[in-house]
C-alpha cells in the first residue's frame, strides 16, 4: 500500500487564483476605459477646452490703441502676466478685495444657515406624520424654483411699498449700499438652497436602519446624544457632499445678487459679477484673469474641504493599497454606535 499525503500536506492551487483575477481587473480596466472615452471626450470639449481658452485670453488685451509711432493698433496683443497683475493696482485692487470679501462672506454665512436648517428641515421630513408628503413637497418648492424667478420675487417682496417693509413696519430700502443688500441676498439664497441640503441628508436619513435608534432607546440615550452620536455620523457622508456642492455654488454666485440688488454695488458684488462687468465692456483680458482667479479659488476651497473633513476617507482609500495595514484593523474595531446596538441586542446594555 501506499501512504497518501495529509489534506494538510498537499500542495494548494489557490495562488493561481489571484493570477486570473488580476487578468479579470485589467480586462475590465480596459473596457471602462472604452466606454468611459465618450464621455471624457465631451468631458474634454466643454470644460477642459474652456479652462485652457480662458487661460490664453487672460495673458492677451483687446481693444484699440496707439503704438511707439503713433498709429491706430486694434486687436489682441500679449502681455503675459500684466493682467493678473493689475487686478492688485489701485482702484482695480480695491474692488477685487471688496468682491473677494463679498464672495467670501456671502459663502461662509450663506452655507452655515442653510446646513443648521437643510438638517432641521431634513429631519422634519423624515418622521412619519400625517400630511408628510404635503411638508416634502412644499419644503422642496423653493429648490425647484429658477434662481432668477426667486430672485424677481424677493425683489418684490423687498421693494420700498414691499411685503418686507410692512412686516417689520419701518422703511428700509434693501436695494441701496449697506447692510440691508447683503442681508437681503442671505435670505433669497437660504430661502431657496437651504432644501437641497434637506434633500440629500433626507437621502442619508433613510439609509439607517431603524434597529440602530432602538438600541440607543433600550441604552437610554437621550435625543441629542442619539444625533450627535448615532444620526450625525452616519449622516455625515451625505452631509459634506451636500455641504461641499453648496460651498462651490456660492463661490461662483452671480445671478442671484445681479437680479434683487443689480450691477455696481459695493455692498453686493461677486467675483463672477465682476468678471462679467469687464467682459461686458469689452475687456476680454482682464476678464479672463479674473475667471481664472476664481477658478484657482473655488479649487483651492474644494480641495482643503475634501482633504480635512475627507481625511478618513483617504485613509482608507490609502489601506486598500497593498502593504496597507490598516485595513484589518479598521475592521476589528466596530464603531461606538454598533458596538452599543450590538451590546443591548446581547443583553449588555448599560
Known sequence: MTATAPVSERPAKEPKQPKRQQRFNEGTGRLAATLLSPTMLVLGLVVLFPIISALRESLFT????????????????????????????????????????????????????????????????????????????????PWAIPTVVSALLWKWIFQADGIANNLIGTQVLWSTEGWQSKLSVIIADTWKTAPFIGLLVLAGLQTIPAEVYEAAKVDGASVLKTFTRITLPLVKPALLVAVLFRILDTLRIFDLPFVLVGAHKDSVETLSMLAYDQAFNTRYGPAAAYATVLF??????????????????????????????????????????????AASNTGMGV
Not at 483687446?62 to 489682441?76: E, H, P, Q, Y
Not at 484657482?296 to 478618513?312: E, H, M, N, Q
Not at 482609500?317 to 495595514?325: E, F, I, L, T, Y
Request: aromatic share 12%.
Open 62 to 141: 483687446s481693444g484699440t490703441k496707439l503704438d511707439a509711432n503713433g498709429f491706430i493698433v486694434k486687436g489682441s496683443t500679449f502681455v503675459g502676466l500684466q493682467n493678473y497683475a493689475d487686478i492688485f493696482k489701485g482702484d482695480t485692487g480695491h474692488r477685487f478685495w471688496n468682491a473677494f470679501y463679498n464672495t467670501t462672506f456671502f459663502t461662509v454665512i450663506c452655507v452655515v444657515l442653510e446646513t443648521v436648517l437643510g438638517v432641521a428641515m431634513a429631519l422634519i421630513m423624515h418622521k412619519a406624520f400625517k400630511g408628510r408628503g404635503i411638508v416634502r413637497a412644499s419644503i422642496l418648492v
Open 296 to 341: 484657482i479659488y473655488v479649487a483651492v476651497v474644494a480641495y482643503a474641504f475634501v482633504r480635512i473633513l475627507g481625511a478618513d476617507v483617504i485613509g482608507e482609500a490609502r489601506a486598500k493599497k497593498p502593504g496597507g495595514g490598516g485595513k484589518a484593523k479598521r475592521r476589528r474595531e466596530p464603531a461606538p454606535e454598533i458596538g452599543a446596538a
